[in-house]
C-alpha cells in the first residue's frame, strides 16, 4: 500500500504564484510516474503535468510554459504553479503509478491517489 501526502494549495491572486509537493511513502513498491491532476464540479479530472522516473514530463496545453513538475527525489514530486489564472481554481490531485516485483517474471502495477488540496485564484 502507498500512502500520498499532499501539500501547498491556497488561495492565491491572479497572477500568482503557488507550489504543490507530493510525496509517496509506504513499503516494497517503485515509482514509474508521478503527476498532478485536477477536477472542478462536474467536470472530470484532467490531467496537470506528470512526470516519469526517467525526468519525462508531459504538460496539459492550458498550463504549458506556466506549470513545472519536477521530482525532488525518488517518490517526491512539486508542480510550481506560475500567472495563475481563475481557470487554474480546483482541487489537485497527486498520482502515483507504481510497481511491485512479485516474481521472478512477475511485475504488478498499480495507481494511487492522494485526498486533494483545493487551489483558488482569486481577487
Known amino acids: 500500500q502507498v500512502h500520498l501526502v499532499e501539500s501547498g494549495g491556497g488561495l492565491v491572486q491572479p497572477g500568482g504564484s503557488l507550489t504543490l509537493s507530493c510525496e509517496a511513502s509506504?513499503?516494497?513498491?517503485?515509482?514509474?510516474?508521478m503527476g498532478w491532476y485536477r477536477q472542478t464540479p462536474g467536470k472530470e479530472r484532467e490531467l496537470v503535468a506528470r512526470?516519469?522516473?526517467?525526468?519525462?514530463t508531459t504538460y496539459a496545453a492550458s498550463v504549458k510554459g506556466r506549470f513545472t513538475i519536477s521530482r525532488e527525489n525518488k517518490n517526491t514530486v512539486s508542480l510550481q504553479m506560475s500567472r495563475l489564472q481563475f481557470e487554474d481554481t480546483a482541487v489537485y490531485y497527486c498520482k502515483a503509478e507504481t510497481y511491485t516485483v512479485v516474481g521472478a517474471h512477475d511485475v504488478r502495477e498499480y495507481e494511487y491517489w492522494g485526498q486533494g488540496t483545493q487551489v483558488t485564484v482569486s481577487t
Open positions: 509506504g513499503s516494497d513498491f517503485n515509482v514509474n510516474a
Open positions: 512526470i516519469t522516473n526517467y525526468d519525462t
